[in-house]
C-alpha cells in the first residue's frame, strides 16, 4: 500500500460488507433503468471531465490504480456485469440477456429454486416481490 494512502477497516467482509453489497445488488435488480441512467449519466460526466487538462492527469493517474481496479471488480461482480456505460437505452441489455438465457436453459426450475433459495437465506424469510 503506498504511503500516506489510508486504510479503513470494516470488520470482517462476510459480515459486514457483503449485506451492503447484497443490498445494492438487491437495488440495481428491482430499478434497473434507474441505475442504467444513473451509469450512463455518470460516464458522460467522467468523459466531459476527461476531457479537460487536469481531467485527462487525473484519468491517467485513475488508470494505474490497483484500488480503481478493485473498486471495478467489485462493481462488476455486484452489478452481475449486467450494465453498459455505454449503451443508450433504458433497461439494461445484460438483464435481459440473463432473463432469456433463464428461460432457454433445460434446467429452469433447479436454477428457479436455488434463486428463491437465496433470496430466502439472504432474507431469511421466504419472499415474495410479486
Known amino acids: 500500500m503506498s504511503a500516506g494512502v489510508p486504510v479503513v477497516t470494516l470488520g470482517d467482509p ?4 457483503l449485506p451492503i453489497l447484497l443490498e445494492l445488488q438487491a437495488a440495481l435488480l428491482k ?3 434507474a441505475a442504467q441512467a444513473i451509469i450512463r449519466l455518470l460516464t458522460l ?3 466531459r471531465v476527461a476531457a479537460t487538462r487536469e481531467g485527462a492527469e487525473l484519468q491517467a493517474l485513475l488508470t494505474r490504480s490497483d484500488l480503481l481496479r478493485r473498486l471495478w471488480r467489485t462493481w462488476e461482480g455486484t452489478s452481475l456485469w ?3 456505460s455505454t449503451a443508450d437505452t433504458l433497461l439494461p441489455s445484460g438483464y435481459v440477456d ?20 437465496g433470496r430466502e437465506a439472504l432474507h431469511g424469510r421466504q419472499h415474495d416481490d410479486r
Open 82 to 84: 449486467m450494465f453498459d
Open 14 to 17: 462476510a459480515e459486514v460488507v
Open 45 to 47: 460526466e467522467g468523459q
Open 31 to 33: 430499478h434497473p433503468e
Open 98 to 117: 440473463a432473463l432469456f438465457c433463464a428461460a432457454a436453459t433445460e434446467d429452469l426450475e433447479p436454477l428457479l429454486a436455488r434463486l428463491v433459495a
